[in-house]
């Protein structure tokens, strides 16, 4: 069962506009979730995280919001740059029957010049 | 080192031969975790060491897959008896202090493993 998922393959975006990647969740033990960025024959960075506390952290050009309610989480790139352009992976942690880091399928990004 | 270090970076292998993937964490770092992604695929967990306790090896597929941790530090994950199916792209992350902190995880490259 997929427990973390981003139902966007793909997205293409203008540079200088925003860039939102979408991330959904089913259960509800979780509470820290984080966003990766991947280049082709790297391993995946770390973006940005947030804590089931909080709805929003910001740092830089990108922000993530938090909906529990909604089981929902979104990476906001604004403005997006060329250099975005890279595969997404949200991930979520918290009791799942263990304790691990599960990840989303990701989202290829691709910034327009 | 500097980042999380894996070897080899590619490797090609024939169908029903074993395989050895290694990892070398960042110095200190107590958890230690495996996943790997295949083509267009999420990344998978595969196993997690946390300091001494015992690893979760709840995501390894089969048991041709196996993980040690020698030391505490530098892991090995083999596979025997490849087979085409387990094609992908092993990655090795590594975290200070493990799951139970909020923390990110710090991913070496990872290895291109291709089963003919």
């Known amino acids: 069962d997929q427990q973390v998922k981003q139902n966007s393959p793909s997205l293409s975006v203008q540079e200088g506009r925003i860039s939102i990647l979408n991330c959904d969740y089913t259960?509800?033990?979780?509470?820290?979730f984080l966003w990766y960025k991947k280049y082709p024959a790297e391993g995946p960075t770390f973006l940005i995280s947030?804590?089931?506390?909080?709805d929003k952290n910001e740092d830089g050009r990108f922000t993530v919001f938090l909906n529990k309610s909604a089981k929902h989480l979104s990476l906001h790139i604004v403005p997006s740059q060329p250099g975005d352009s890279a595969v997404y992976f949200c991930?979520?942690?918290?009791?799942?029957?263990?304790?691990?880091?599960?990840f989303g399928t990701g989202t290829r990004l691709k910034v327009l010049a | 080192g500097a980042g999380v270090s894996q070897s080899p970076s590619n490797k090609v292998t024939e169908k029903g031969k074993d395989v050895e993937l290694r990892c070398d964490p960042i110095?200190?770092?107590?958890?230690l975790y495996w996943y790997r992604q295949s083509l267009g695929q999420g990344l998978e967990f595969l196993i997690y060491?946390?300091?001494?306790?015992?690893?979760?090896k709840s995501g390894l597929p089969s048991d041709r897959f196996s993980a040690e941790r020698t030391g505490g530090s530098v892991s090995t994950l083999t596979i025997q008896r490849t087979q085409q199916e387990d094609s992908a792209v092993y990655l090795c992350?590594?975290?200070?202090?493990?799951?139970?902190?909020?923390?990110?995880?710090?991913f070496g490259s990872g290895t291109q493993l291709s089963v003919l």
């Open positions: 259960n509800s033990m979780f509470d820290y």
């Open positions: 110095s200190g770092h107590t958890a």
């Open positions: 991930a979520a942690k918290g009791f799942s029957g263990t304790y691990k880091y599960i």
């Open positions: 060491f946390q300091g001494n306790s015992a690893p979760d």
């Open positions: 992350a590594s975290s200070p202090k493990g799951v139970l902190r909020n923390e990110k995880l710090f």
């Open positions: 947030i804590s089931s506390i909080k």
